[in-house]
């Protein structure tokens, strides 16, 4: 069905042909294997978190963040809506399944081993042992379709509404036909926020008249009072003479089939709305017309993901490298995602209200992870959806007060920290994306800086950074152990240089100079007895005693947040020449800096040290170390197998990482339209921005060369390794001549 593209008697690889989608669904990876379109409201993903006996997988039972992991082997249902590469469960509700036999349904009883799975962009399959069911599924933007090919006999459509990996119960369904069903999911309470709260609709539909169909819902524990329904069927009611709606905690809806024959197929199709199920209904109307069947909605499927895909083309380079660039590309696509539905309708930021837009609204706004570079990949490849970001999150400030800082479905989650809308609207801005009110933004950017912390939810711990440049331990959690303070002041100072370089460009002046002055408060903490950042109590001095390397393996730690002070020191882009000079010269900054790598205290893993392997060609001389380390980083870390994400993707921004990195340069500094250059992985990039094509071409001196011996860009030498982003796009194409070097 999902073919190459043949010339002749050649077969030629599509972009999406090279896409692996099981790459980062283990290891913490928290991707997954569904079928979704590019920033698509609508996602289907194998649920296999939930298991029974043997299998037992219970998503309670641990911290699943993810609806599915690689090793386990027991199927319960297709989820809708499910996130990708996030670190608390959420989502990955409205669970369908189909079985065969006498009815159950129960999930522990009721699920599958599964073989035979077959992942690609915009579809997924596999069959349940169990059962001898092939189950598929593929994506429109806010709608699904599943075919289910069934062996003869008795069959069923099952929608388990109570279970999922959000934290949050309760749902409704309500009866609309004999093969149509509507109803609400409460969703929410993602890390632990019980306030960030959030339904979702849908409507379902089969393609078969069933024979029998009806509710199921989960009953209390006995009182004493003998049950009156079949006790085979253990906790559960089978309803069997009513059809109306029902509510509850636990409950389900069945779709039962007789005397299906050999080979026989049924289909489900789901629609999402976060404002209602007419909206829903209107969205499976509108996106899967009477004359689209699954295999035209899995092919408009995968012609998407090939246009997305396809606006940067790699050359040269291995099999397996060219993998790891489109998987990580893939990831980087999948959010934020649309919000809003058909209609243009959304659900109001922080409100029970319904909003509507004219272009696109869009929702996960992680922005602690992805203000480091997926919003740059977006502005320099997307621009027109980064554009659709910015306005969504300039309009999330008018309907609430504030930007987002982690925003899910309208709700504001407040995990992480920070004030990271900030350097993403900044960067967009200074790259020429300009069609957003840009002074509502300025205004929201300059509530969050000033607001008193008792009055602000974004930076409430902002008093004493704006009195005294920085924040002490325990002085907004009250805990000197569990204190994030360092982690949250430096933050901030990222976030103010880039609010200074928006005043500046705005003709603001004086705020400009203050918020770089606050930037630079960062000094007060660092400890040249220890040669890092070190916290500072609240009497004003060193935390005493201090180990720079607690924090190794995400464990507590005063000061930091998911890190050591190693993770954090070098965490200062926007002012890397003061940090130089606090630390004692050049030399020194390059010694300890790869100290760091040379001795394991980078964490691949965890975002706040990210850039660091880009630091070293900030020096003459030194630019060779940022090309065999982040060589060295991504042959390590990324790869094609299940676990080649080197952990959570961070809903992209591990992804982007490589992105970027494979083709040769990365976004230094969030706000700063700038670029550090490293040598590419593959001989030839194009990439297709609204200012033309962008080129970066790569020759060698031998097969394993990987050092720059020489650059130019536009055709003329190079000497330098950070570049404006005007300047890249301006120069058109970049060439790259390696050698080896004996370092």
């Known amino acids: 069905m999902l073919l190459t593209l043949t010339v002749g008697s050649i077969v030629a690889q599509t972009p999406a042909d090279r896409v692996n989608l099981f790459v980062g669904t283990t290891n913490f990876g928290a991707t997954n294997p569904g079928a979704v379109l590019p920033n698509g409201m609508m996602s289907v993903v194998p649920f296999n978190v939930m298991g029974s006996g043997e299998n037992l997988f219970d998503k309670d039972s641990r911290w699943w963040s993810a609806p599915y992991e690689y090793h386990n082997r027991f199927f319960t249902g297709f989820a809708h809506g499910s996130l990708s590469g996030v670190g608390c469960p959420e989502s990955g509700a409205l669970l369908t399944m189909a079985t065969t036999g006498d009815l159950e349904v129960d999930y522990h009883r009721y699920g599958s081993d599964y073989t035979e799975e077959d992942a690609r962009p915009g579809y997924y399959a596999l069959s349940l042992a169990r059962y001898g069911i092939r189950a598929e599924a593929t994506a429109t933007l806010r709608t699904s379709v599943e075919r289910y090919t069934f062996p003869a006999g008795r069959g069923h459509i099952l929608l388990n509404v109570g279970e999922g990996l959000t934290n949050e119960s309760g749902g409704w369904i309500r009866k609309v036909g004999e093969q149509e069903i509507e109803g609400m999911k409460l969703l929410g309470t993602f890390c632990y926020n019980a306030q960030a709260v959030f339904p979702v609709y849908f409507v379902m539909k089969v393609s078969k008249r069933p024979d029998k169909a009806g509710f199921w819902k989960r009953q209390p524990a006995k009182t004493g009072v003998e049950a009156q329904w079949d006790p085979h069927d253990g906790a559960y009611k089978v309803y069997t003479s009513y059809g109306r709606e029902m509510a509850g905690d636990d409950l389900g809806y069945r779709f039962s089939f007789e005397g299906l024959a050999e080979g026989e197929q049924v289909e489900v199709r789901m629609a999402l709305s976060y404002v209602s199920c007419e909206n829903a209904r209107l969205n499976l109307e509108s996106e899967q017309p009477s004359d689209m069947d699954f295999a035209r909605i899995a092919e408009e499927a995968r012609r998407r993901w090939n246009e997305d895909l396809g606006r940067i083309r790699v050359e040269g380079g291995s099999e397996e490298q060219q993998s790891v660039f489109y998987t990580a590309l893939y990831h980087t696509l999948i959010h934020p995602g649309v919000l809003n539905d058909v209609n243009g309708e959304y659900p109001l930021m922080e409100g029970d209200g319904v909003g509507v837009t004219t272009g696109t609204r869009y929702t996960v706004f992680s922005l602690w992870d992805t203000y480091r570079n997926l919003h740059q990949l977006m502005t320099l490849v997307y621009p027109e959806r980064q554009s659709d970001m910015i306005r969504s999150m300039v309009d999330m400030s008018k309907e609430w007060g504030w930007l987002p800082k982690w925003e899910l479905f309208g709700r504001e989650t407040f995990t992480m920290e920070g004030d990271p809308a900030i350097p993403v609207i900044v960067d967009s801005y200074l790259k020429g994306i300009r069609d957003f009110d840009i002074e509502a933004a300025y205004r929201a950017m300059l509530r969050s800086a000033t607001t008193p912390g008792r009055h602000n939810p974004m930076r409430p711990d902002v008093d004493p950074y704006i009195e005294k440049g ?238 720059i011996g020489r650059m130019t860009l536009g055709g003329r030498p190079l000497k330098r390794y950070r570049l404006s982003h005007e300047e890249l796009l301006k120069g058109g194409k970049l060439t790259f001549e390696l050698q080896n070097l004996n370092k």
């Not at 002085?475 to 204190?483: E, K």
């Not at 890397?576 to 300890?592: A, N, P, Q, T």
């Not at 394991?600 to 965890?606: I, Q, R, S, T, W």
């Not at 676990?643 to 700063?672: H, K, L, Q, R």
Request: with cysteine.
């Open 470 to 707: 920085y924040i002490p331990l325990g002085f907004y959690s009250g805990d000197l152990s569990g204190d994030n303070s360092v982690s949250h002041a430096l933050e901030y100072y990222a976030a103010d240089h880039a609010l200074s370089l928006l005043a500046s460009e705005l003709g603001r002046r004086d705020e400009a100079e203050m918020f770089r002055k606050r930037s630079l408060g960062y000094r007060h903490y660092y400890d040249p007895e220890v040669g890092t950042l070190r916290p500072i109590t609240p009497e004003g001095k060193f935390l005493s005693p201090f180990d720079p390397r607690q924090g190794e393996n995400f464990e507590p730690v005063p000061g930091f947040h998911e890190g050591s002070a190693w993770n954090y020191t070098f965490y200062v882009p926007h002012d890397v020449e003061g940090l130089v000079r606090l630390m004692g010269g050049s030399r020194r900054f390059v010694e300890k800096l790869q100290m760091v790598f040379d001795q394991g205290l980078y964490d691949p893993a965890n975002e706040p040290d990210i850039a660091y392997p880009y630091l070293f060609s900030r020096f003459r001389g030194e630019e060779w170390r940022t090309q065999r380390e982040v060589r060295r980083l991504l042959d390590k870390h990324f790869t094609t197998r299940p676990d080649g994400i080197p952990g959570n993707d961070d809903t992209g921004t591990m992804s982007a990482w490589a992105v970027f990195s494979m083709m040769g340069f990365y976004p230094d500094c969030p706000g700063e339209p700038y670029y550090t250059l490293t040598a590419p992985v593959f001989d030839r990039v194009e990439i297709a921005t609204d200012r033309g094509p962008l080129s970066i071409e790569c020759r060698k001196s031998s097969p394993d060369a990987r050092y």
